[in-house]
């Protein structure tokens, strides 16, 4: 039994992402605990947990990327049992939120998936939930719980200020993510583009334009995820044909389904930069993928709450231009 801050604490892997876990557990101080998962012949899942959770802050470490459906039942299972089992508080780690581009109804008679699944995962007997980077900031408000929405920025900031570019501008994919491009360029001092595009279908896009000053510059592609890579790497081809010097990409979440790796290899891309929020497949790591750990990260803010401080001071920081340091 652990006891940190005075609490009774234990932390549980699912099958996702182990090894973001046991670097999540190294940074507290706290030993994974003991559970099986197992898979029927049907396809059933079953849980067991191997030790006693009555009366501890549970924490549950688990996103629901792909294969996403069996990874989301798992946490529903495992919710389930540590509630039967009198766990005190049940805290679900989801570093990558699975559904949560479904947010809401862009045609008639769509579901808005993404509060289906915050609503299931309440019934399931969740007291919180972490994540990172969560695709759009209203699901937090789809929750009844707390919800604490954790940043990639300083890390992936952190990566590109020790490669000491010139001329930098930071650009946003779309016009949906000029904010997230705007707090990138702030910390940086610099000034951001927009890639002004239409979406002709699902995981498709066409680049229409390009508004900002981006000739000669080291462009960096900011955006929460790559999934297909379509959008980056079509991104980085408009971005080189306007005069850009070179185009870098940042991602908290490396979805990359389908062939998304090879057209990254393929892209005039110079490199793509993923945190493991989702395990990366040993067939999925080339030398233009570099991926950052935020176990560190998600580990501090664990211990922020155990000790009830407020998260925000993760977050707080500024660019000291001259010494090249995030402060």
């Given amino acids: 039994m652990a006891i940190l801050l ?18 999540i557990a190294e940074s507290i101080g706290v030993p994974l605990s003991s559970c099986d998962i197992m898979h029927f012949a049907d396809g059933e899942i079953n849980v067991q947990i191997n030790e006693t959770v009555r009366g501890h802050n549970v924490f549950v470490i688990q996103p629901t990327s792909n294969p996403v459906n069996d990874n989301l039942m798992e946490v529903l299972i495992m919710c389930d049992a540590l509630k039967r089992a009198s766990a005190k508080t049940i805290n679900l780690v989801i570093p990558y939120y699975g559904y949560s581009r479904q947010d809401r109804k862009n045609k008639s008679r769509q579901p808005i998936s993404a509060k289906l699944v915050a609503d299931i995962l309440q019934v399931a007997g969740a007291d919180r939930v972490i994540c990172m980077d969560i695709h759009a ?9 707390p919800v604490d929405n954790f940043m990639g920025l300083p890390i992936l900031v952190n ?12 650009v946003s994919p779309d016009h949906g993510g000029t904010t997230r491009a705007r707090e990138f360029a702030k910390i940086l001092d610099t000034t951001i583009a927009i890639i002004d595009k239409r979406r002709p279908e699902p995981n498709k896009a066409e680049v229409m334009n390009i508004i900002g000053n981006i000739e000669g510059k080291n462009c960096i592609l900011v955006d929460d995820m790559c999934d297909t890579a379509g959008t980056l790497t079509a991104g980085a081809q408009a971005l080189k044909e306007a005069g850009a010097k070179a185009v870098y990409a940042a991602c908290t979440h490396g979805v990359l389904s389908g062939n998304a790796v090879e057209k990254i290899a393929n892209s005039c891309l110079e490199e793509l930069i993923i945190t493991n929020t989702i395990k990366l497949d040993d067939r999925k790591k080339i030398d233009k993928i570099k991926v950052l750990s935020v176990g560190a990260l998600l580990g501090h803010g664990i211990l922020r709450i155990l000790s009830d401080e407020p998260l925000s001071g993760l977050f707080t920081y500024s660019y000291d231009k001259s010494k090249r340091e995030l402060l």
Avoid: C, M, T, W
Avoid at 8 to 22: H, M, T
Avoid at 159 to 170: F, Q, S, T
């Fill in 6 to 23: 005075g609490k009774k604490v234990k932390l549980f892997s699912l099958s996702a992402n182990r090894p973001l876990a046991e670097e």
């Fill in 137 to 145: 900031a209203q699901i937090q408000g789809f929750f009844d719980i």
């Fill in 159 to 170: 990566y590109l200020i020790d490669k000491h570019l010139e001329d930098v501008v930071v």
